[in-house]
Antibody, heavy 121, light 108 residues
Framework: EVQLLESGGGLVQPGGSQRLSCAAS????????MAWVRQPPGKGLEWVST????????YYADSVRGRFTISRDNSKNTLFLQMTDLRAEDTAVYYC??????????????WGQGALVTVSS | SYVLTQPPSVSVAPGQTARITCGGT??????VHWYQQRPGQAPLLVIY???DRPSGIPDRFSGSTSGNTAALTISRVEAGDEAAYHC???????????FGGGTKLTVL
């Protein structure tokens, strides 16, 4: 059974930084692209970033490019999202999601339970 | 960038058929994916590549497209189908995935 467990959420001040982690199990982590998708309170889903299976190719939404960095450690089956220069509009539940393929089909067939990041002073 | 438009809410009685739409320019030329999100839970993929169902998803769930509209149809609706449903496509112009705003399905 695929399991994705996010950690690292919490309250952060505007302009601050936060690092999210996602521990994966139940599948061959190094064979699949991974992604972060966020959902502001009471709103819809927004794709944030995708990393291909080897970690050498990454993609970002315009709203976070230059501020967020996605990475992965295939030896530890863990996905990361380093967030800097955080803004109020970054407040959301951040989901770790498994891609259907290794190259990044951008279809998300398994999701974690999410980590809430609140940006507020 | 590409915009997907969903009705905020749809209501249906148990046992009836629910049709949730997702509007986008020439959406019939794209692959559409649908996610179910029950209250307080993570999204769950229910339809991908417009018509395919992941293993474990009942055949009561089906997808289609025509012109500028994609649709998720849920037949013989059950109380457990009450959830938000999100459509998603690949926006080739922006080179990224796009989600609709979500539709809350209420089972009366």
């Amino acid at each position: 059974e695929v399991q994705l467990l996010e950690s690292g959420g919490g309250l952060v001040q505007p302009g601050g930084s936060q690092r999210l982690s996602c521990a994966a199990s139940g599948f061959a982590f190094n064979n699949f692209a991974m992604a972060w998708v966020r959902q502001p309170p009471g709103k819809g889903l927004e794709w944030v970033s995708t990393i291909r299976r080897r970690g050498t190719t990454t993609y970002y939404a315009d709203s976070v490019r230059g501020r967020f960095t996605i990475s992965r450690d295939n030896s530890k089956n863990t996905l990361f999202l380093q967030m800097t220069d955080l803004r109020a509009e970054d407040t959301a539940v951040y989901y770790c999601a498994k891609d259907l393929g290794g190259g990044g089909s951008l279809i998300f067939d398994s999701w974690g339970q999410g980590a809430l990041v609140t940006v507020s002073s | 960038s590409y915009v997907l438009t969903q009705p905020p809410s749809v209501s249906v009685a148990p046992g009836q058929t629910a049709r949730i739409t997702c509007g986008g320019t020439n959406i019939e030329t794209k692959s559409v994916h649908w996610y179910q999100q029950r209250p307080g839970q993570a999204p769950l993929l229910v339809i991908y590549y417009t018509r395919d169902r992941p293993s474990g998803i009942p055949d009561r769930f089906s997808g289609s497209t025509s012109g500028n509209t994609a649709a998720l149809t849920i037949s013989r609706v059950e109380a457990g189908d009450e959830a938000a449903y999100h459509c998603q496509v690949w926006d080739s112009s922006g080179d990224h995935p796009v989600f609709g705003g979500g539709t809350k399905l209420t089972v009366l």
